[in-house]
Every structure is written in structure tokens, then in C-alpha cells.
């Protein structure tokens, strides 16, 4: 296994030149205040479709083959990856299939369906969705690009942190939300490069690890799917790609609580003016709760996206 | 009357620089989609205290004389205005006392108060709010500094619009929240001088047209109280100086109505992740709904604060 470099980080930056946001990097004297340092939000909620996710799909897609293109790329997932996928395949001009499970909420099917793609229903609890998808790829002759588990996905993801130590300069700690690992190792590989004395932290949410326990088992730990509000960070278990590079170029992995979620949701809008869904509250709130000593320090939150559904949101912050 | 020129807009943006944040100007696809033409949204919902009145309360403030500085400032204000004087005075090192009436909300009280602020409540039924003014005035020797009507207020405020050129070049057209005019009538001198033939537009409240009436008639007219969401431009009319301003340097002043600017404030939630508080969305619903020829255009929009409270919005745009 060829692990993906830094090098391939600045490739992935040259593709999505004019064609992924460089989103702002906001500052709060109020958050400096709450833990005496100066912080850094680098706010891929204000990504092209709410998510860093575009970052990774465009770079993978970009990379087809003429023939690839004219197949076309076959995704499976209900959140962002999906629009991820159907945005970069419309701009590139290519089919794009994706497969989602049958109680998906509407908002998203819609929107995967308005960004161009084909949008394929599966029942969950009956259909086996490996094999439905290595049944269309055979068939149609597509690409599958998973949502995180991918060399050229992880790289596109780590242009984030690029952009940010390109603007701020060195950092003293980076936090990332952690789900299957895609944004943090692509992070972690920026950081290595641009700010090497950095600590990177990845953070998932409490109920679901399985990140925190593989890095300190040192092999990669599956759990059932957690119960969290956290719905970007679900995943059960890291992948090969991103546990290796996460090994290596990782500090350490903490945990937030869906409470501490909330509490940064609410920080974010109140006092940012920002909606940031759940998943991408967890680098902040482990920067505030998990005890580590960033007083006087130079400290960089990635918010990775911000598409949480306006009823939820107010239920969930403005209770 | 001496009017201010775009010199005093250059001069406030040497006096803001390291002091007010340098927003971020957001771009929307969607947007533009909507409307055939390229959007730049100046977001001042991202400023310090959450609204433009940071930039020219802190300049009127940074002028003081040695022994203006020694007495401090007065003003009076429910509303941004309170908290741009409460906070400028703290950094500037300065008392300052703020005329509130009983009936403002709790957490502004407690929110200028947390700038360090004196607030004094009066009863806005029983007491004479200019005469109390002036008394405290005379007694302590305080400089009052009002809302707008002021060249060193709407010489700040014009900076972020000089900010918005200054980082996008010149525009087509440009849309701006009218209230009492200082925002209005600062942008105006930027638009003049940097971008000569773009088309200014001030938006008011439908249900509070006071300005479009002035600017036609040709003379300031004063209105009640106006109902609407867009509590920022609840204001009976404009000043001295920013009527001139605005007769001299603006295209035409246009309304949007409050169901218009619930659709702006979802819009801006749910599309671009923000919380825009509703006077704030002016802008972008004239922009929208107005009927102007705006296909194919570059068009500026100045998002003037984001100061909603959590609950309000929930109500109003997640309903």
C-alpha cells in the first residue's frame, strides 16, 4: 500500500484552483477569550455544497481516465459524500450513480438529485450494498469512489488544512473532526509539512471511538454504528489508508459529548453568527473540554460542514 | 454643513485597521443561479459585535480629544449601536454610559453591560430621552455620539463597502440596508470613488419607507415608528447628513417586505450557513425581488449584522 504524501496535497490544491472555495479562516475574541488563545476556524461549512467533502470528490474525479469519464463514478452514502460526488461529476461533465438507503431524508435524495446525479434506492435492512454496487460498477462499467478510504480522496481533503497554514502560518495545535478518517489524515499530512511542531488532534464524538481505540490498540477497531448527533462522524470503523496515516502523523484522538456539541452550536451561531452541523462542532469543543494546556497558544478548529436542517438545528440550539 | 468625502472613509480605514475584522466577502452559486448574475456578499454579520456599527462608532471614538477621552462618550441605543460605543470605549480605554429604555431586551442590557459599560434605563413613556441626554452630557462633560447622523460614524461605516472593491474590483450594482442612512451614505462615497459607475441602492422596510419617500420629495420625511422584523431600520428618518449624502451619491432607495426578508433569512441559512439578522437581509431581497435588470451582472450585497437571537430566528425562518 503507496501511502498518499503531502506532494499529492499540493496536486490536489492545483486542481481545485478555481473550483473549490478557499473559505474564510474567522477569528472570535470571544472563543480567544473562553480558553486564552488565539484561535484559528478555518470554515468548510462555507464549502461549495456545505462540506469539505467537495475537496476530495472533485480531486478523485478529476483524476478519471477519459474513459472513466465517460462511465461515469458510483458512490454510496446519504450525506455529504453524495452531493460531494453528484456536484464534481456535473462540473466534470461525467454520469454519476449514487446509492442511498431507503430512509435517506428527502432533503438529501433532493439534493443529490438536483446537483445531476441518478440517485438508486436501496432497503438497508434487505439489500446488501456492496454488492448492489459492485453489480452496477461491473455493469455500467463505473468507478466507485468511497467517501473517505481513497488516496486521492484524503489528499483533496487536506488542502482544508493547506489553505489554513498558507493564511494564519504556523500553528501550535490542530483540531479535525474524526470520522473515517479522511479530513485528519489529509490534515495531519499538511501539517507535517507546513508546521511540523504542530499537535494534530483528531476528535470524534464519545459514543463512536472506534478512531480513539484503534489508535491506541495500534489495528483498527469496529464498532456497531454509535448513537450520536454527530451523523457525519458515524462510521464504524477507520479505513486502511487513513488508519496508516493516522498512525503516523497524529498526535493523539480525543472525544466530545453530543452536550458539548450542542454547547459549540450554539457558540458558533450565537457569537459567530455561523450554522455548523453537529459533526463539525467537535474540534472546538474537545479544544475547549478535553484539558489539554493551549493556554497562549496558537490553536486551529477545522469546521468541516454546515448542513444540518434548519428545524433540527433549532431544535437542537435554540431549545 | 461640511459633508465627509471618501478621504474620511480612507482615513477611518487606516484608524480600523487592526481593530475591526476584515469580513469576509461569500460568493453563493445558488445565488447566483437565482438570480443570472455573480453575488458578492459583504458579511458584516462576521464583525466585531456582530454588525458594521463596530467601524464607525469605533473611528468617531478613536478622534476623541485627550479630554473627551477623560469624560467618555454617551449615547443612546437599544440596539447595535450600544454595544459598537460599549465595546470601542473598552478598547479605546474610555467610560462610557448608554441610554437604554426599560423595555430593551435582557440580553442586550446584559451584553453591553458585559463591554464594560454604564447602562442607565429610563422610562421611554414617562422620560425624555434627548433631555436626559443632555443632562448627564453637561454634568459628566461626555461627547454624545449618536447612531448615524455623524461624519465620523458614516465615514466607518463606509469601509467595509471600500473593503468589498477594494478585494473584488469594480461592481455593476450595489445593495445596501438603509435604516437611518450612515451604512448607506458611507458606502455611497466608496462606490463613487472606486467603482464610479456602479448603480447605489438603499432598501428599507416596506412598512417603513421613510427614505424612498425623502429621496423622492426631496426633503426628509419623518415617519411612526414602522412595524416590521427589520428592527435595525425601525428608524422614523434620516439625518442631516446622510439625507445629503444620499440625494448626491445614491441611484434610488427600494423596499422589501418582511416575508421577503424571512425568505432572505432562510435563504442565507439553509444555502451559505449564516445567520443574518432580518434587517441584515435587505439587502439581498431587493436584489432579489426588486425587478431590477440585474442578469449578467456583478452585484455587491452588504449584509449589514447578524445580531438575532437564537429563538427569534428558529421562529421566524425554521418555522
Given amino acids: 500500500m503507496l501511502l498518499p504524501t503531502y506532494d499529492d496535497v499540493t496536486a490536489a490544491a492545483q486542481r481545485l484552483q478555481g473550483q473549490a472555495h478557499r473559505t474564510p479562516v474567522l477569528r472570535s475574541s470571544t472563543a480567544d477569550s473562553l480558553l486564552g488563545a488565539q484561535l484559528f476556524f478555518k470554515c468548510e461549512n462555507y464549502q461549495r455544497m456545505g462540506a469539505f467533502k467537495f475537496r ?32 464534481s461529476a456535473r462540473i466534470l461533465g461525467m454520469p454519476a450513480a449514487i446509492l442511498m438507503p431507503h430512509d435517506a431524508p428527502q432533503a438529501k435524495v433532493d439534493a443529490t438529485r438536483g446537483y445531476g446525479a441518478e440517485v438508486i434506492i436501496f432497503d438497508r435492512y434487505k439489500e446488501d450494498r456492496e454488492a448492489l454496487a459492485r453489480g452496477l460498477a461491473d455493469k455500467r462499467g463505473m468507478t466507485l469512489i468511497p467517501p473517505y478510504d481513497h488516496p486521492d480522496v484524503l489528499a483533496g481533503q487536506g488542502t482544508a488544512a493547506k489553505e489554513l497554514f498558507d493564511e494564519v502560518g504556523g500553528l501550535d495545535a490542530l483540531f479535525v473532526p474524526l470520522g473515517g478518517g479522511g479530513l485528519l489524515s489529509g490534515s495531519a499530512l499538511a501539517a507535517r509539512a507546513l508546521s511540523p511542531g504542530c499537535k494534530v488532534y483528531g476528535v470524534e464524538p464519545e459514543a463512536g471511538n472506534d478512531g480513539q481505540q484503534s489508535f491506541r490498540a495500534g489495528r483498527i477497531i469496529d464498532i456497531a454504528t454509535p448513537r450520536t448527533i454527530a451523523d457525519g462522524a458515524q462510521t464504524q470503523h477507520l479505513g486502511e489508508y487513513t488508519f496508516a496515516l493516522i498512525r503516523a502523523n497524529v498526535d493523539d484522538v480525543l472525544t466530545a459529548t453530543d452536550a458539548q456539541l450542542v454547547e459549540a452550536m450554539r457558540f458558533f451561531a450565537e457569537r459567530m453568527k455561523m450554522l455548523v452541523e453537529p459533526t463539525g462542532c467537535l474540534g472546538f469543543a474537545a479544544a475547549r473540554h478535553a484539558g489539554l494546556p493551549l493556554a497562549g497558544k496558537r490553536v486551529g478548529v477545522v469546521i468541516s460542514g454546515g448542513n444540518v436542517d434548519l428545524r433540527r438545528f433549532a431544535e437542537l440550539a435554540a431549545a
Wanted: hydrophobic share 50%; glycine share 10%; proline share 0%.
Fill in 56 to 87: 476530495g470528490a472533485f480531486n478523485a474525479l478529476s483524476k478519471f481516465s477519459e474513459a472513466q469519464r465517460r462511465a461515469g463514478v458510483l458512490a454510496f452514502s446519504s450525506g455529504n459524500h453524495a452531493q460531494a460526488i453528484a456536484l
